[in-house]
């Protein structure tokens, strides 16, 4: 009973992360959730290269030039509108058109290969929105913190703790 208490406190608070998230996503970058997720899968796939050599500070991720972009997009993989696609369940033509639309803004690009990238305006459009949505995450944890023990964290996070 008492942990039922606790699941709807912290469910609160996550559709509350949530929402103000879709709403930043809407209204400040002016795009669907639903783009945005294929942003993030693009986005995804440059951390995963970018972190294999070194860690980054967010100051050093905002001040990416573009010739920084590409050092770590897609070295030895070339991410398509199909590996998108699948990774998002969401329909190839879907994706390619609002990929397509990603282009049109630059916030996405094509490489020579063909691959999906990163694009120009991404640094600029993402960053105005990073810090706004760190701190919202940063709060949601910290509700997270006052609301279960570490070990029970730890139950939630390896499946023990049962709803």
């Not at 709807?8 to 639903?34: P, T, V, W």
């Amino acid at each position: 009973m008492f942990q039922e208490k606790k699941f709807s406190h912290l469910a609160y608070h996550y559709i509350n992360f949530i929402l103000g998230l879709y709403s930043r996503i809407n209204r400040d970058i002016k795009i669907s959730f639903d783009e945005m997720m294929i942003v993030y899968v693009v986005a995804h796939q440059w951390l995963y290269n970018m972190h294999q050599s070194d860690l980054k500070s967010f100051e050093d991720m905002s001040k990416a030039a573009k010739k920084d972009l590409d050092i770590y997009n897609l070295k030895d993989t070339k991410l398509t509108i199909l590996s998108i696609s699948n990774a998002l369940s969401q329909p190839k033509e879907t994706t390619r058109r609002r990929v397509q639309k990603l282009i049109d803004y630059k916030l996405l690009d094509k490489n020579d290969d063909g691959g999906i990238v990163l694009g120009e305006n991404y640094n600029q459009i993402i960053n105005a929105n990073a810090k706004k949505t760190t701190q919202e995450l940063a709060k949601f944890f910290r509700v997270m913190k006052k609301t279960w023990s570490d070990d029970e964290l730890n139950d939630i996070a390896s499946g023990k703790l049962d709803f």
